[in-house]
């Protein structure tokens, strides 16, 4: 039991250090419904396992997903939000190598 509750500790802690960092409920919205449907592509459920996959990799294959779904200005909005969710939670990107 002391096991499933740190992990929930830890995915609320993952959550909220993404959340708390956006000031306006509006762009709130918007990150956490972002973040929702990259969950959903790399098939997670919790953030705290996305901690735990090879994001750049994920990332890359959502960006090839997208191109031809959505505008540019969309694909930009929706990965910035992936950006800020492993940036707040310390987690290093190479966003050069992604973007090419």
Do not use: C
């Amino acid at each position: 039991m002391q096991k499933q509750e740190q992990q929930e500790q830890k995915q609320e802690l993952a959550y909220e250090n993404f959340i708390t960092t956006i000031r306006s409920e509006e762009s709130k919205l918007v990150y956490r419904n972002n973040l929702n449907l990259f969950m959903k592509f790399v098939g997670i459920a919790s953030h705290n396992l996305l901690l735990e996959i090879n994001a750049e990799e994920s990332i890359k294959r959502y960006i090839v997903y997208l191109k031809d779904k959505v505008s540019s200005a969309t694909l930009d909005n929706r990965v910035a939000s992936i950006y800020h969710f492993y940036t707040m939670n310390d987690i290093l990107l190479n966003k050069t190598k992604i973007s090419k």
